[in-house]
């Protein structure tokens, strides 16, 4: 039984951490399209957190390993961003977030028009 609550246990962290980052992706778009200025959403590698600008409030548990993909402009260090932009559009890139198990999601961020999806790690 310990087992299965473990399990569960990082099922549940896994889609929280996934959701908490959908929703900061999401949220940077419409701060950039509401205040009519550039915002960044940020992932700090090293730190293992990630948020707006300089409000990096969410964490990433440990068991999990996030890895972004994102244009060179906005690397530094480990810090890896996405700049959205007033008009919706953005530097693009992805976000993947791996189990310990090797299963995984990737956000997708779309750089013409800023959307956010999500696909299964492998495709």
Do not use: C
Not at 59 to 78: D, F, N, Q
């Amino acid at each position: 039984m310990p087992a299965a609550l473990g399990r569960m246990y990082d099922t549940m962290q896994f889609r929280a951490t996934v959701r908490n980052l959908l929703a900061e992706l999401k949220g940077a778009r419409l701060e950039a399209m509401s205040s009519g200025r550039p915002t960044v959403f940020v992932v700090d590698v090293e730190a293992r957190r990630f948020g707006t600008g300089g409000r990096q409030t969410g964490e990433i548990p440990p068991g999990l390993e996030v890895k972004a993909l994102v244009a060179e402009s906005e690397t530094a260090g480990g810090r890896m961003g996405i700049r959205f932009y007033p008009d919706g559009s953005a530097t693009g890139g992805s976000i993947e977030i791996v189990r310990t198990s090797g299963a995984g999601l990737r956000l997708r961020v779309d750089w013409l028009l800023g959307r956010v999806s999500q696909e299964p790690l492998g495709q």
